[in-house]
């Protein structure tokens, strides 16, 4: 109890967040100053997935694991930018009295000052660069192997490269030497008048490359007379860009649209005055079940639902994950043209509980209501108020 007291004293003196969650990635503890660093709408709820309440965590499922094996020791991930300042995440292994394992993650605060001093070392470094490459020949050399660099003259032609762009377009350097730069990178803004662009490349494989293009004038006598032209892969940020834009709309468990992808479905099939039919379902005792069995096995029953829903609905209807233990249905059907299928799905728990393991078959059931457009209600928020209403209801009787 002192040991944790110190902690939480530690960590709010420093201004330094931590979440405790395990390999489930399911959120055990937090201090307060955790809410600093997750966006308003999210809900900080015991037993949450933390990739839904910290976006940083995506894409780090490899690395975790390998933490987990005690194959590194720490995960370190340096200026996460949340909410107007900037931190340093840390995860590490913690290894509680009864031998469990447990993930921490540290959002360590960094300051204003702190910030600035590490920008100013970047652009020092970035002068230095250029005032010493044509000097340097091993700093030239370094710069050969890590990014691609060409210089250009006022009308774009290519006068001097790298090795690096001739390894990457695969080409002798007198093929590309003399060229214009748009010969092989694409990009709005042919005259360079911003110093940093995006550009975009093919490679050999045809693959779509993505760069952050720094433009550096080189001067003489105080007229620019050439650019040099740093270009650095960025095609990474775009995989996270569509992770994403995948995550806003779809249950990264399950892979079933989310509340969100449900909502603007109801709006778009409300605002054409297209009927339809919602069912909203809610599992029975979810909690305990994942207390009795493990979050693991919860996790197996939610997408043991939603593949049997799945499984029963046409290639029209829309079935998405709505809350921790929540499920919907949108048919695009009238209402007394599903009273078969709304029999079948009532009966899901009776005819295929889950078998979690040899000797282990969970049982569960759930609530189900409906509520129908336009005959219930005339918009979205209507019609789910009214769903949550009967549901409130059902659980009642």
Known sequence: MILDTINRLICQKHKTSFMLFDKNFKLLDFNELLKDIVDDEVSLTFGEDIREIVWSFI???EELLALFRNEKKLIHIPMILKNDHYYDLDIEILETQEGEKLFIAYFIYKSKNSIEYIEMIKEIN????????SKDQERQMLLNKELISFTVDLDGIIVALNDALAYFL???????????????????NLLLEDKNIIFTAKNPANKVIYF??????????????????ICQDISYLQEV????????????????????????EIDRHSMVHKSFVIAYIDIKNFTEINKEYGFHAGDMLLKHIAKLLEDMMRVEDIVARIGSNQFAVLFQISYKNLLSTLERIK?????????????DKIDFSFYMVTAQYPEEAENTQ???????KKMLREKVQ
């Open 126 to 133: 970035k002068k230095t660069l250029i005032n010493e490459t």
């Open 382 to 388: 209507a019609i789910m108020e009214i769903l949550e």
């Open 59 to 61: 894409g780090l499922e």
């Open 212 to 229: 952050n293009a720094t433009v550096l004038p080189l001067t003489k006598n105080g007229k620019i007379y050439e650019n040099m032209i």
């Open 241 to 264: 860009k569509k992770k994403l834009e995948y995550v806003s709309e779809f249950d990264t468990l399950t892979a079933l649209p989310n509340k969100n992808y449900l909502l603007q």
């Open 347 to 359: 009966h899901i728990p009776l005819n295929t509980p889950l078998i979690y393991s040899k000797e």
């Open 170 to 188: 695969h080409l002798e350097k007198d093929k590309i030497q003399g060229s214009h730069f748009s010969t092989f990178f694409q990009t709005r």
